[in-house]
């Protein structure tokens, strides 16, 4: 972050001072009192199991020199800017602080939302970006209005490139995180059924994924995905320059020619200009050929080198741990561990990749735990997955959990199956069943939500640590 004083700290967020309005704050701003290093701002926030405003004492003595809080804590020496919200002020510092390196600097910001392929477009940008300049990027899936503008507030007057993640969190979410924000270049990437329990059918969710878009300046850029009718719709909803990536015919930046092999996905990029480059990523999953596809879309609108910019992708082992993490153990047996996130649509990819590699004529295994968040389509569409992991013929199917038993009845309701379903309430049963079936070549999948811990099975299963 950019250096300030609690007295400009106190303005951003309209907050009251108590103390010295010349502390100097340098380096970062934290929610988390065990990160916090000397000089840093501590932001006291109310949580679900804990309240920030008891490590008032610990933040001190970890050398932060103020903090903003809700109310003033008694016995505490370095200044507090007390604040009705402590996270709305989180936000308002996060904008200031941006406006202030915007003045000062070419900095360009990159806003990325999406049902599936977020936090993977992120980080493939950001491996691209930082090849040309100093990139913020958020950690893991830090994309709320919290993660959001903690991540923002990382950027200083060096920074060339920020990519804002956004997720939605309800009506007005996204449209929040891009007031504070602005993007130069405002990603859309698909819109799915996660998270359509919480909003109520999908034709929310696009409501609230076009808000990025309704956001965007004149002179921004809209980069929308041609295949998503949803997105395509977004077209209309903005000034802003469009630009479209997809495989249909009258994307800018199209891919075709797409191969999934275990060592990785490969397909042709043709650019507006019509010239033709090869990517070959490491990372498994046609359904990743998108995400790379916006995220080279980006880099070329920036007007940064191509061929730089494939190989960054290019050399990438893969998208993030646990998001389509692959490992072939010794004894033949390749563990694919996809369980940080699930929803209908990254499933059924996730399951279209296993049965693409095991036409190899590998044995293909599916361990399927929960897909949270669904709410009244819970049922439903637990009940169609086990449907379709029997249409792709996955040769064995194994559901853990009770949330996730409408996948195994589903499966076994399908009338194709005898007996290739397996259905286990806890992850040490189905860990032991799985043990004790593998053979050398078989193609293991683990997916699910991260609330299922179907990741840690996974890890196990790669014979690494947790």
Same mark, same amino acid.
């Given at each position: ?11 951003? *967020? ?15 701003? =934290? ?24 490590? +008032? ?15 003033? *804590? ?22 200031? *602080?941006? $406006? ?13 939302? #999406?049902? @599936? ?7 493939? +940008? ?12 958020? @950690? =893991?899936?830090?994309? @709320?209005?919290? #993660? ?13 490139? +920020?990519? *804002? ?9 996204? @449209? ?120 080279? %879309? ?8 191509? =061929? ?24 033949? !047996? %390749?563990?694919?561990? $996809? ?34 968040? +669904? ?17 792709? $013929? ?15 009845? #589903? ?30 070549? $078989?193609?293991?999948? !683990? ?20």
């Amino acid at each position: 972050m950019i250096e300030l004083s609690t007295e400009q700290v106190t303005q951003a *967020v309209a907050g009251e001072l108590f103390g010295d309005a010349t502390v100097l704050i340098s380096g970062s701003v =934290e929610t988390d009192s065990r990160l916090l290093k000397p000089g840093n701002l501590f932001v006291a926030k109310p949580g679900e199991v804990t309240d920030g405003h008891l490590f +008032l004492t610990n933040a001190e003595r970890s050398g932060a020199v103020a903090a903003i809080v809700e109310r003033i *804590v008694d016995g505490i020496s370095i200044p507090q800017i007390k604040v009705a919200n402590s996270v709305l002020a989180l936000g308002m510092l996060a904008k200031f *602080v941006l $406006d202030k390196v915007k003045e000062s600097s070419d900095i360009k910001v990159i806003g990325i939302t #999406g049902s @599936n392929g977020k936090t993977t477009t992120k980080n493939m +940008l950001r491996e691209i970006l930082s090849k040309f300049g100093p990139t913020v990027a958020p @950690n =893991e899936s830090f994309n @709320n209005e919290v #993660g959001a503008p903690y991540s923002i507030l990382q950027t200083n007057l060096q920074t060339k490139f +920020l990519v *804002v993640e956004m997720g939605a969190g309800g009506e007005g979410s996204i @449209n929040y995180l891009a007031q504070i924000a602005k993007p130069d270049i405002g990603v859309v990437l698909k819109v799915g059924l996660a998270h359509v329990g919480e909003f109520g059918g999908i034709e929310t969710t696009a409501k609230i994924k076009s808000e990025l878009v309704k956001a965007l300046d004149v002179n921004a850029v809209a980069v929308l995905n041609a295949d998503d009718g949803y997105v395509s719709d977004m077209a209309s909803l903005t000034d802003a320059q469009k630009v479209w990536f997809g495989t249909s015919g009258d994307a800018g930046y199209q891919a075709t020619n797409q191969k999934l092999s275990i060592e990785g996905t490969e397909f042709d990029l043709k650019w507006p200009d019509q010239k033709v480059c090869h990517v070959k990523l490491q990372i498994l999953g046609e359904h990743h050929v998108m995400n790379a596809l916006a995220a080279l %879309t980006v880099s070329d609108i920036l007007g940064l080198d191509r =061929e730089k910019s494939i190989s960054a992708i290019e050399n990438m082992p893969l998208a993030e741990r646990w998001r389509m993490q692959v490992h072939n153990r010794a004894d033949g !047996v %390749t563990i694919i561990n $996809d369980a940080y996130n699930a929803s209908p649509d990254s499933m059924k990819a996730a399951l279209q990749t296993l049965a693409q590699l095991g036409r190899s004529g590998r044995r293909t295994i599916a361990i399927l735990g929960e897909m949270a968040e +669904l709410g009244s389509m819970s049922r439903e569409q637990h009940d169609a997955l086990g449907r379709v992991v029997v249409r792709l $013929d996955i040769n064995q199917l194994v559901v853990v959990g009770q949330a996730a038993k409408l996948i195994h009845m #589903g499966a076994e309701q399908e009338g194709s199956w005898g007996g290739e379903s397996k259905f286990f309430e806890s992850i040490d049963d189905a860990l032991a069943f799985v043990r004790g079936m593998l053979m050398a070549g $078989d193609l293991v999948l !683990v997916k699910s939500s991260k609330s299922a811990n179907l990741r840690h099975l996974g890890d196990t299963l790669m014979e690494v640590g947790s």
